[in-house]
Structures are given as structure tokens and as C-alpha cells.
């Protein structure tokens, strides 16, 4: 790995109120980051997860809006994780999809440029790109397909080949996230399947399996990938690329519930429901060969033990989630 070990000076996170970007601000500020200035609008993040500390400034903004902030600093280094998450989501709400992850996107990445940047660190997504069908790992040099199966995928693609085209201008690093889980991370109908397990775990509630439960996935937790995306920021051959972040390890869903009810000693039992028309891809698993080569990327946190300290967090933090889950109805 080749890296310049940076200065944060000044950090900009979109959708800094979420569960990967509130612990990466978290991270942040524990590598001494002098200001972070955390963007998000707060529909779907929560300003209880930033971090109450006097260099984090939350700006409850839309990032198409962005061109509204000014920095007395210049040259910050952007983290752009904010998105309108996610697949069912997208397929559900496709305009509010385009107008997030497209003209957010742009709007970013133009005031980015006009901040003159150090680097611009995007999150994309691995279940883009590829497509579907694919049961090998899931490499970075894979031709972009046209097979994709959600809004949400398109616009992440998209996201890419605008960061492409800014790239000689703002130093990109696209990091494709695979199945992030973690503290933070409220349940809810367009959230990830481990936040609804664990909530439904804790009430006894039957965990619903949408498929057979053979299917697998790559699930990284969420400290892990907050690793990565600082690597991202710091690796002087990173700039212009695309990185998988993910463990390289597939999980079923079935385990993965089985996981869970022993992680919140409960009685749930596992129901099956068929699956969503739009999700055709049985298997999951990143290669994260490049990602370890250049950004000296390496996860440490097993399935087992991520769950158990998300567990943790959700008991900790039962009154907060409940009185969120009353908002929604």
C-alpha cells in the first residue's frame, strides 16, 4: 500500500447523520480531524447519531442544495455518502431516487470542484455494476452491465461515471460498498435485512426470509468499512479507481438468521415469503484483492461477532429506535 498519511482538516460528509457516516465521523474525529462539517436533510438519518463535539457542525441540508454552504476553509476532503437507500426503495420512489443519487451526486461533486477538493470519496454500491447472475466474486475490472434491476443501482452507476468525469478535477475514489451492517442502523421497510432481523428477534417476532434463505450475501460491518473509506481518503494510488469493499465471504440468509436469534436469545421462529421481483441475484461475494493491494484494506470483524455488538447497540439503544419506529406508524 502507497500512502501520504493526510491532515483532516477540514472533512465534509454528506448523510453524515446515518449509520456508516456517523461512525465515520466518529472515526474522524478519533484520527484528529480539526472540522467536520456533516450534510443531510435527516429523512432518513438521525441527528442523535452524530457526534456531539465542538469541531462537528451539522448542516441540515438537501445535497442538491449544497451550493449553499461556504467553508472559511478551502481544499476539504469530501466523503459523499448520502443516498436515497435503497433497492425497494428505489423501485417504490424512482424520481425521489434520480433526484438524490443523480443531481445530488453532480450537485456534490460541482461543489466539490469549487472548493477545490483533496478528494472526493464516493459510495457506490457492489450490488451495481455487474448486474445480476453473477455466483463468482465480483471483481472491480467487470464490464459495467446494462442488466440492472433497480433505480437505485442505475444511479449509483451513475454516480461512477460522473466521478469519472470530474475526476481530472476533484480526485475520486469510488468505494462499492457491499452489505453494510453495524450499530446505527434503524430498522424500518427500506432498510437492510440484518436492523429488521434483530429488531423482530428482540420482540419475538417471526423473522421473515424473502426466498429460499440459500442465498447469500457479503456482509461487512460497518467499523470495517468506515476502515476502508479512510484508506480511501489517504492512499495515493487510489484516486481514479473503484474499490469493492466487502469481506470476500458469503453468508445465507438462513445462517444469518439463525445468527441472530442466538445473538438475542430469542424464540423468534423463520418464516419464508417469495421473493422480491427486482432481486435476481442469488449470490454475492466481493473481491477485495485490490482494495488489500493498494489501500491495505483488511476486515476483522466475523458475522458472528458484528451481529453481536450491533445486538448491543440495539439494547442500548431500544427507547430511541422504538420511538422511531412509532414515527413511521
Known sequence: MSTSRRVFETVVVTGGAGAIGSRLVTRLLDVGAGRVVVVDNLVSGYAWLVPQHPCVELVKMDVCDLAEVGLDAAAPIVFHLAAFFANQNSVDHPRHDLHTNGLGTLTTLMWAKGCGAQRFVYAS????????????????????????????QITKTLGEFYCNYFNAQVPAVRCR???????????????????????????????????????????????????????????????????????GIQTRVIDLAEIVIKAC?????????????????????????????????????????????????????????????????
Open 125 to 152: 454500491a457492489g450490488c451495481s455494476i455487474a448486474g445480476h447472475g453473477i455466483d463468482a466474486p465480483i471483481r472491480e475490472d467487470m464490464p459495467v452491465s446494462l442488466a440492472l434491476d433497480t433505480p437505485y
Open 177 to 247: 460498498f457491499f452489505n453494510s451492517y453495524g450499530p446505527g442502523e434503524v430498522p424500518g421497510p427500506y432498510r437492510n435485512v440484518i436492523p429488521n432481523f434483530i429488531w423482530r428477534a428482540l420482540h419475538g417476532e417471526p423473522l421473515v426470509i424473502t426466498g429460499t434463505g440459500e442465498e447469500t450475501r457479503d456482509f461487512i460491518y460497518v467499523d470495517d468499512l468506515v476502515t476502508g473509506l479512510l484508506a480511501a481518503a489517504e492512499a495515493t494510488g487510489a484516486p481514479g479507481e473503484e474499490f469493492n469493499l466487502g469481506t
Open 265 to 329: 436469545r430469542s424464540t423468534s421462529r423463520i418464516e419464508f415469503a417469495p421473493r422480491r421481483p427486482w432481486d435476481r441475484s442469488i449470490h454475492r461475494e466481493a473481491d477485495i484483492s485490490k482494495a488489500k493491494s493498494v489501500l491495505g484494506f483488511q476486515p476483522t470483524v466475523g458475522i458472528r461477532e458484528g451481529v453481536e455488538r450491533t445486538v448491543d447497540w440495539f439494547r442500548a439503544n431500544l427507547d430511541r429506535i422504538a420511538a422511531v419506529m412509532v414515527t413511521r406508524g
